[in-house]
């Protein structure tokens, strides 16, 4: 079954960002027309097979296409020997300060490849956000876990924090540009700090000081596994507890059997991950916790799949991300005896089933909630907004209200989302001011209201470049080997490849001016806005009663002419 987090939401989405942002700084347009493209930059996610499979596919479609191509991310970092990747721009995780360089000399006919790892990329580069309301912050770049399934550590490497003073400075300068959700992005937002000296804690508490006491900006908490957490429950249930921050935790499980928890090494009990989700939602009015499961890893009995299914009966949470194991070539997963493919899907569809068969929302009818509105829905007819909990809520309501706070009355409830409406107006909060030219927007009308997508999940405990669950569309992905089965969750599609279609300036200059970009970001704005009003009916009808009359006139005359 499936899951947008998300956006959605991911690490990777992060570097998309940060390269776009460069490229725009640098004079170049990022367009949505591949023919009309002078170059393809490819940002890969090596989580599993699928996707590497999907960038294969598009590397072929790019070759066919005769244009100038650079991947980036995970792939070429962990698989740089791959045969696709031959006479290819390459630029690794590291080194997406770099990117306008790598791009100016494929244009120019040489073969790059940037992949030694360095220090950190500046949080301060120049970015072109998906969704202006949201800011990807990355805390920190690998991870500590050695899990025997994981592919994703081969390409970002052990744990590299972020600076405390470096991430908050990158907070208040968000703040100040009108972003009214923080989404703090990790392989494991939980091992933060620990090869500088510091935690998750204090981060978290220097975060939340400098957020706006009117709660125009809410942060959520990226993705953590259990162990690097159970150390600090009280603390981070205090700051889940903050106005300002969502109540919402995506902790992966990845089994209800400690059997083959052990199989996967992922250092911890079914006993302790149970410890983190009791603490966390006895001391945390309205806690929401999403989880992931891997069906079919090698070893799995039926009592252990057993197991799996009573935690995922018992806990009834409401976003859960099932996906069959698929094995990554040089991890140890890959050495182990499988289990039969039949099993491994049938195990997915019941434990489908099982997770389909709840309803999270029940009871939600008629109270009133505060959301925090901030994207339009695929369907063009709602707004998105989240609740305290990141319940997503579908409320028509004018596009002037993004960006916004507003309490909404429930008025009925999905298996996937709620429906709202607004009630008191709204808590305007501003709109997000246009971005000056060292940080140039492109607005895109991203929808985490599918009710649930396909997400990969394998990272040491999610999508490998990813964090925190968002929402999504069920979807039937139990035939397709590995296909991740999110159950609510995370909003980013199994191929998780993200093309960015590069066109020179057609003024020839080397730096975009910033009236141009805010005239771009106005012009995206009002196609939006556009798309969205759709086309009156009265109108349709009153054109259809016109062509009807001309029709018959022109008919009378012709017969007229004939008599």
């Not at 209800?256 to 992922?266: E, H, K, P, Q």
């Not at 806990?315 to 069959?324: A, D, L």
């Not at 140890?332 to 389909?356: G, H, Q, W």
Request: charged content about 20%; overall charge neutral; proline content about 5%.
């Amino acid at each position: 079954m499936s899951r947008r987090s998300g956006a959605h939401i991911t690490r990777q989405a992060s570097d998309s960002e940060y390269m776009s942002g460069q490229l725009s700084a640098f004079g170049y347009a990022i367009t949505e027309e591949p023919e009309g493209a002078d170059l393809w930059l490819i940002n890969t996610c090596t989580v599993k097979n699928p996707s590497q499979s999907a960038m294969t596919t598009l590397i072929s479609k790019c070759k066919n296409a005769n244009k100038p191509l650079v991947v980036a991310g995970c792939v070429p970092q962990g698989s740089q020997g791959l045969k696709e990747l031959e006479g290819i721009s390459i630029i690794g995780v590291q080194q997406i300060d770099r990117v306008v360089e790598v791009v100016e000399e494929t244009l120019k006919g040489h073969e790059v490849r940037l992949l030694s790892r360095k220090t950190l990329p500046s949080l301060d580069l120049p970015k072109v956000r998906k969704n202006k309301f949201i800011e990807i912050l990355p805390i920190n770049v690998g991870c500590l876990g050695a899990c025997t399934y994981c592919k994703t550590k081969h390409a970002r490497g052990h744990l590299g924090s972020y600076t405390i003073d470096s991430l908050v400075d990158r907070v208040k300068t968000v703040v100040s540009e009108g972003v009214r959700e923080i989404w703090l992005s990790s392989e494991d937002t939980g091992a933060y700090g620990r090869d500088i000296g510091t935690n998750l804690p204090n981060l978290l508490n220097a975060i939340v000081a400098e957020l706006p006491v009117d709660r125009s900006t809410m942060l959520r908490i990226g993705m953590t596994n259990p162990p690097f957490i159970l150390e600090h429950l009280k603390e981070i249930a205090a700051v889940l507890r903050h106005p300002s921050v969502y109540s919402f935790l995506h902790v992966p499980v990845q089994s209800g059997s400690d059997a083959v928890l052990t199989a996967m090494n992922r250092e911890y009990t079914v006993g302790e991950f149970r410890k983190v989700v009791d603490t966390l939602c006895e001391l945390v009015p309205g806690m929401q916790i999403a989880t992931d499961i891997i069906c079919g890893f090698p070893g799995e009995t039926d009592e252990d799949f057993a197991e799996t299914v009573n935690l995922v009966k018992e806990y009834q949470f409401p976003q859960v991300h099932i996906s069959q194991f698929y094995p990554r070539p040089g991890t140890p997963a890959a050495r182990m005896k499988k289990v039969p493919s039949n099993d491994v899907k049938k195990r997915s569809r019941e434990l489908t089933s099982v997770f389909e068969s709840f309803s999270p929302y029940q009871g939600m009818e008629g109270k009133v909630e505060r959301i925090w509105i901030t994207e339009i829905a695929t369907d063009g007819v709602h707004l998105v907004g989240h609740t305290k909990g990141y319940i997503q809520v579908l409320v028509i309501a004018t596009d002037s209200m993004l960006g916004t706070s507003a309490s909404v009355k429930i008025t009925s409830v999905g298996r996937w989302s709620v429906f709202g409406e607004v009630i008191d107006g709204s808590v305007v909060v501003g709109e997000a001011p246009k971005q000056t030219s060292s940080e140039p927007q492109k607005q895109h009308i991203q929808n985490q209201v599918e009710e649930a997508g396909c997400c990969a999940t394998d990272s040491c405990g999610a999508c490998a470049c990813s964090d925190v669950a968002q929402h999504c569309r069920p979807e039937r992905c139990e035939d397709i080997p590995d296909a991740p089965q999110t159950s609510g969750g995370v909003n980013h599609q199994e191929a998780v490849q993200q093309s960015t279609l590069v066109r020179r300036n057609v003024e020839g200059s080397t730096k975009a001016s910033k009236s141009n970009a805010a005239r771009s970001v106005g012009k995206e704005q009002q196609v939006n806005v556009v798309t969205r009003r759709g086309v009156n009916v009265d109108t349709i009808l009153w054109c259809g009663l016109a062509v009807s009359f001309a029709a018959t006139v022109a008919l009378l005359v012709l017969l007229t002419g004939k008599i």
